[in-house]
């Protein structure tokens, strides 16, 4: 069975800095675009970040700067480092895999998710 599951949500004050983690079993991820979203309260799910399986790397806009995707293929890892958080950086962080790196800001094109962790920034 495919699994993401995600963690290292939490509660942070602004400024401060999270690093996520989702570990992806079943099978190899190496090959897959993973990617991490996120859906505010009220909001649509955004991209945050996304990495190829050759190192190819976007960023949303609202994170740009402030975030660093990073993964570990041998471990079936990937990560999220945020730093200087912002209240508006709030929502449920979801990590996303998908076979090919086109589309890859289009929520509907991955085809695995986890769960999702909480972030709450606090001002």
Known sequence: Q????ES???LVQAGGSLRLSCAASGRSFSKDVMAWFR??????REVV???SWNGGTYYGNPV???CTISRDNAKNMVLLEMNNLKP???AVYYCAAK???QRYVEPKEYA???QGTQVTVSS
């Open 39 to 44: 859906q505010g309260p009220g909001l649509e």
């Open 64 to 66: 740009r700067g402030r």
């Open 2 to 5: 495919v699994r993401l599951v």
């Open 8 to 10: 290292g949500g939490g």
């Open 88 to 90: 508006e950086d709030t």
């Open 112 to 114: 695995y998710w986890g």
């Open 99 to 101: 076979f090919d790196f």
């Open 49 to 51: 970040a996304v990495k």
